[in-house]
């Protein structure tokens, strides 16, 4: 079935799959007697670890880990002097690949007038 030797998750219809395969009414039975069959799973924010929560579907996943982190704001400051605007994420942890979509605060360098692109934008 797995050859995990930290742990194994599984997600599913139990009721129905031990009705059906023998196989899981066996795997059933033996995590049930060590106490190890839950309704929800236990996640925590890598980068903020004592953000925990719990998820009972798909949904909550969503609900509670919007971007792959956690509900928090990132607080990213980005080279442009905005911050992040997204959620807690842990992809791309320098943000070199996030496109800062706020005004540009700059002046064109062609004349003196303010840059009307977003940051992201070459002025």
Not at 98 to 109: E, W
Request: glycine letters at 8%.
């Amino acid at each position: 079935l797995s050859r995990a030797k930290l742990g194994f998750y599984c997600f599913g219809n139990f009721k129905m799959l031990r009705g059906v395969v023998p196989l899981w009414d066996v795997i059933l039975s033996s995590v049930e007697k060590e106490g190890c069959l839950g309704d929800v799973f236990s996640l925590h924010c890598h980068n903020h670890p004592n953000t925990t929560f719990k998820v009972k579907d798909s949904m909550e996943f969503k609900l509670f880990s919007p971007e792959g982190g956690c509900t928090e704001k990132c607080t990213y400051r980005l080279d442009c002097g905005h911050q992040c605007t997204r959620s807690c994420h842990p992809d791309d942890p320098e943000h070199t690949s996030f496109k800062c979509l706020k005004p540009c605060a700059r002046r064109c360098p062609d004349g003196d007038h303010p840059c009307h692109v977003c940051c992201y934008e070459k002025c």
